[in-house]
């Protein structure tokens, strides 16, 4: 199956995703990871990072290999092209938009979190406003984490996908 993520920065996304992908022994492919990869080879960024993503989640479903997608993914086009993979793969497909409800809680996570990708420079929380995130178009499986524990949004979230 192909599990997409998106969702702003410090909104728990990627907390998310790196736990569903260790329940289900799934390749995690992080487009921050990417990103920063081909920064540090001296590359431009630009849509680089999703096309590799793009290519890798393809190969991995190809092996029969449970994908999670992890993202921003801020626009239709790289959401539709996310689970065009998906359709074309064969496999279930689930999107899901993880937000920070209380934005105060959230301008606290930008502001005091760490990287964890060496060179990675995290966005500040005005970045984080000003970012271009349009809204879905279609239903997905939303997940408010403001004042919850990870391990809450976690089961919720898993109680919403196959086991």
């Keep these: 199956m192909l599990i997409i993520f998106s969702g702003l920065p410090g909104s728990g996304k990627s907390t998310l995703a790196t736990a569903v992908a260790r329940r289900y022994s799934a390749v995690h492919i992080r487009i921050d990871t990417i990103e920063q990869a081909m920064r540090d080879a001296g590359h431009e960024v630009d849509v680089g990072g999703y096309l590799v993503g793009y290519a890798m989640a393809k190969d ?3 092996l029969g290999q449970t994908v999670v997608a992890d993202s921003v993914n801020p626009i239709p086009e ?14 279930q497909t689930f999107e899901i938009e993880v937000i920070c409800g209380d934005p105060g809680e959230h301008q606290k996570r930008v502001e005091n979190r760490l990287p964890d990708i060496v060179n990675l420079q995290l966005p500040s929380w005005t970045d984080v406003q000003a970012r271009d995130y349009q809204s879905w178009n279609r239903a997905v499986i939303k997940l408010d984490t403001a004042g919850r524990p990870v391990d809450d949004c976690v089961a ?3 109680s919403k996908l196959p086991q």
């Design 156 to 158: 919720e979230l898993m």
């Design 78 to 91: 790289t959401r539709d092209a996310w689970r065009d993979i998906g359709i074309t793969a064969g496999v």
């Design 60 to 62: 991995n479903l190809r």
